[in-house]
C-alpha cells in the first residue's frame, strides 16, 4: 500500500491487545483516522484504554458497534478468528482486511525473516536474534514473541533485520 493513501483514511481494529494498540499507534502517527473496538468489558481494558487515550485514538469496548463498519480498511489482531461475526460482516461489505504483520510491512524499510512453523518458532527467532548480535548485525526480534511488529518498524534502516516470530493467526490476511 501506498503510504500517502493513508492520509485521512479511516481505519478501524479490531482487538486492543498489544498488536492492535501498535497499529493503531502506528497508522495514526501517519495520518489515518483510527477506531480501536474490542469485546472485552471496560473493566479489564483500563491500561489499554489509557494508552490509547493517551495517543488520543477512539476506542470503544465491550463489543463491535457498526461503527467499526465505517471504515476503508479493517485491521484484525492474531486473536480474532475469522469465524466472528465482526469479520463476516466486514468481508459482506467488502471491507478489505489486514493483519497487524501486513500494516507493519508497509512501514517496515529492513528485510524481514519471518520465522513460522509448528514447533520451535520462539528457539529459531531467539538463536537468529543471538548470530545477528555476534555478527555486530542491527536487529530486531518481534511478532509472536512478545513485541508487536507495528511496534517497531519506525525504528528500523534499511541496514537493519527485522526477524519476526509469526504464528498462524498472524500469517491471516497478508
Known sequence: MELAQLQHKKISIIGAARSGIAAAVLL???GAIVLVSDT???ASMSEQAALLKAEQIEFETGGN???VFHCDLMVLSPGVPNSAPVVQEARKRNIPLVSE???GSWFCRAPIVAITGSNGKTTTTTLLGELLNDAQKRYV???NIGTAFSSVVES???GDIAVLEVSSFQLDHI
Do not use: C, I, P, Q
Open 40 to 42: 472485552a468489558s471496560s
Open 141 to 143: 526480534t518481534a511478532g
Open 101 to 103: 504483520l501486513e500494516v
Open 28 to 30: 495514526k502517527l501517519h
Open 156 to 158: 528500523l534502516s534499511a
Open 65 to 67: 458497534s457498526t461503527n
